[in-house]
C-alpha cells in the first residue's frame, strides 16, 4: 500500500515500543524501526484497516499508525477462529475462489468460475440447509481464511448424510498453522450438530492432501475430476482420534 511504503523514513517508535517489538520478535537488533523498514518493504501484502496500516510477511505482522507513523506492534502472525457468521457469507465466494488448486506455471482462472454451477452449489445459499457449518480465521479484524461443510450432491459427497469439506487461506497466510487450527475447530462443531464424518475431494498433486491426513482423513477413493485429472476422495471418522 503506498501510503505507508512512500512514508517508510517517517516511521517511528518509543524506546517502550522497541523493547516490546525486540522481545515479542526475539530480535537481536538494536535498530528496531530500521528492522520495521526493511521488513515493510518486504511484506507480502499491506492492509489499511481502520486507524492503522498492516503489514504481513514471514508470518509476522507490523501494525502502524496511519496518521503519525507510529509503529504501533510487530508481532507473529495469530488469527483468530471462530465460528462463521451470516455476516461472512459474503467472502465466501472469494475463499471458494481461493480454494481452487493451481498448479505451478499454470494461469489461474477467472473469478467468474465460482458461478460455474458446479462450483457455485458450494456457496450458493449458504446457511439455508443442514450440514452448513463453517469456521472463519480473523486477523486484525480481517478474515483471512475459511471452512465450511455442506451436504451438498458435488465432487466430495459420498452420501446424504455426510456434510462435504471446503477450505481456503489467502495466500499470504498460507503454512502458519491457520488451516490447522480452523479444521480442528470446524471438526468440533460438525461433532456439537451430531455428525460422524466428514469428506472432501482433493486434486492428487495438491500439497493440500499431506495438510488432509495429518488431520486425520483418509483416501477412500480415487476418481476423475471434470477435467479427467485425479482426484482424491477422503473422508474422516469425527469420533476416531483425537482431532
Ligand atoms: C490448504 C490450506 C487451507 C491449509 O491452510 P494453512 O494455514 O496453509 O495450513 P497449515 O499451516 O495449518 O498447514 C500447512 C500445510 O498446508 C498445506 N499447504 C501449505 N501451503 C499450501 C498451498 N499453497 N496450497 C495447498 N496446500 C498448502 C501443506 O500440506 C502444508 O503442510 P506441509 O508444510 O507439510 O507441506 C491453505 O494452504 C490453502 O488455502 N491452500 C490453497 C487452497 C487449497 O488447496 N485448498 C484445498 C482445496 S481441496
Known amino acids: 500500500m503506498q501510503g505507508l511504503t512512500a512514508n517508510l523514513d517517517k516511521l517511528h517508535t518509543t524506546d517502550l515500543g522497541a523493547e516490546r517489538i525486540r522481545r515479542s520478535l526475539n530480535l537481536q537488533t538494536d535498530d528496531v524501526v530500521l528492522w520495521c523498514k526493511e521488513f515493510v518493504k518486504q511484506a507480502d501484502i499491506i492492509i489499511g484497516q481502520g486507524r492503522n496500516w498492516y503489514a504481513y510477511g514471514r508470518g509476522m505482522v507490523v501494525t502502524v499508525n496511519q496518521k503519525s507513523f507510529t509503529i504501533i506492534s510487530a508481532q507473529p502472525i495469530?488469527?483468530?477462529?471462530?465460528?462463521?457468521?451470516?455476516?461472512?457469507?459474503?467472502?465466501?465466494?472469494?475463499?471458494?475462489?481461493?480454494?481452487?488448486?493451481?498448479?505451478?506455471?499454470?494461469?489461474?482462472?477467472?473469478?467468474?468460475?465460482?458461478?460455474?454451477?458446479?462450483?457455485?452449489?458450494?456457496?450458493?445459499?449458504?446457511?439455508?440447509?443442514?450440514?452448513?457449518?463453517?469456521?472463519?480465521?480473523?486477523q486484525d479484524r480481517q478474515v483471512v481464511g475459511a471452512a465450511w461443510t455442506r451436504i451438498i450432491p458435488a465432487y466430495g459427497s459420498i452420501d446424504s448424510e455426510t456434510p462435504e469439506l471446503a477450505v481456503s487461506m489467502?495466500?499470504?497466510?498460507?503454512?502458519?498453522?491457520?488451516?490447522?487450527?480452523?479444521?480442528?475447530?470446524?471438526?468440533?462443531?460438525?461433532?456439537?450438530?451430531?455428525?460422524?464424518?466428514?469428506s472432501l475431494s482433493v486434486q492428487k498433486e495438491n500439497p493440500a492432501v499431506r495438510f488432509y491426513e495429518r488431520l486425520g482423513y483418509e483416501i477412500s477413493e480415487e476418481k476423475p475430476d471434470h477435467a479427467g485429472e485425479g482426484d482424491f476422495i477422503m473422508v474422516k471418522d469425527l469420533n476416531g482420534g483425537e482431532l
Open 78 to 138: 495469530n488469527a483468530k477462529v471462530r465460528p462463521m457468521m451470516a455476516s461472512d457469507y459474503a467472502c465466501l465466494s472469494e475463499f471458494l475462489y481461493q480454494a481452487i488448486y493451481i498448479p505451478e506455471g499454470v494461469q489461474a482462472p477467472p473469478r467468474s468460475v465460482v458461478n460455474d454451477p458446479m462450483l457455485n452449489v458450494y456457496i450458493k445459499d449458504f446457511g439455508s440447509q443442514a450440514g452448513d457449518v463453517g469456521v472463519v480465521a480473523e
Open 170 to 198: 489467502l495466500p499470504e497466510f498460507r503454512g502458519y498453522g491457520i488451516g490447522t487450527k480452523m479444521l480442528k475447530k470446524l471438526f468440533e462443531e460438525l461433532r456439537a450438530k451430531g455428525y460422524s464424518r466428514t
